[in-house]
């Protein structure tokens, strides 16, 4: 069976209910950052063992959270051992704004899965932008590289679009697709 791990941050539960979407969709585990920026003890061995990692962040100011970049700063020591190379990457964010600089945020994801020797996966879905669509539909934000998903500033966990929340289910079992094909 294909081990997925979500590595995540979350500011205000928002990416934690996205994280849980895609490690549902993904029959993945949750690998929380905690407000200090570290992960449990035995996350670095959970990654490690992993056929594919998910990197979860909020977008803040145009890029992850400082949490999870003190995550992946730390991440070096596996860099330096070469320990996540050839393994599926995949990764997500989330802002108030529909746009809200999330492009730059994925980058950022993907070129830290890229430093580890890695193999990105991408969302895989066609946009839904017609005038008939809705935030409702599948990939109504139209990203590409990664999951984009809008929680708009004022708005509780329970209020994330269910057109967000089922993409990030469609890109977790993506994901572990990937990674079980890559494996066989």
């Given at each position: 069976?294909?081990q997925?791990?979500v590595?995540?941050h979350?500011?205000?539960g928002?990416?934690q209910?996205?994280?849980?979407?895609?490690?549902?969709?993904?029959?993945?585990?949750?690998l929380?950052?905690?407000?200090?920026?570290?992960?449990?003890?035995?996350?670095?061995?959970?990654?490690?063992?992993?056929?594919?990692?998910?990197?979860?962040?909020p977008?803040y100011?145009?890029?992850?959270?400082?949490?999870?970049k003190k995550?992946?700063d730390a991440s070096?020591?596996?860099?330096?051992?070469?320990?996540w190379?050839?393994?599926?990457?995949?990764?997500?964010?989330?802002?108030?704004?529909p746009?809200?600089?999330?492009?730059?945020?994925?980058?950022?994801?993907?070129?830290?899965?890229?430093?580890?020797?890695?193999?990105?996966?991408s969302?895989?879905?066609?946009?839904?932008?017609?005038?008939?669509?809705?935030?409702?539909?599948?990939?109504?934000?139209?990203?590409s590289?990664?999951?984009?998903?809008?929680?708009?500033s004022?708005?509780?966990?329970?209020?994330?679009?269910?057109?967000?929340?089922?993409?990030a289910?469609?890109y977790?079992?993506?994901?572990?697709?990937?990674?079980?094909?890559?494996?066989?």
């Amino acid at each position: 069976m294909t081990q997925v791990v979500v590595v995540y941050h979350s500011g205000y539960g928002h990416t934690q209910r996205v994280a849980q979407q895609v490690a549902a969709g993904a029959n993945g585990e949750l690998l929380a950052i905690d407000v200090e920026g570290n992960l449990p003890e035995e996350g670095w061995n959970k990654l490690a063992a992993a056929d594919a990692i998910v990197f979860g962040t909020p977008t803040y100011m145009g890029g992850p959270s400082w949490q999870f970049k003190k995550f992946a700063d730390a991440s070096s020591k596996a860099w330096y051992t070469r320990a996540w190379q050839d393994k599926v990457f995949g990764g997500f964010t989330n802002s108030a704004s529909p746009v809200g600089d999330k492009g730059a945020t994925l980058i950022q994801l993907q070129t830290l899965a890229s430093q580890h020797g890695g193999i990105w996966a991408s969302l895989g879905l066609l946009p839904s932008n017609t005038k008939g669509a809705t935030r409702n539909d599948i990939n109504n934000l139209g990203g590409s590289v990664g999951l984009l998903v809008q929680s708009p500033s004022d708005a509780s966990v329970d209020e994330i679009p269910q057109g967000d929340l089922d993409t990030a289910h469609s890109y977790g079992r993506r994901v572990a697709e990937v990674a079980a094909k890559l494996r066989s």
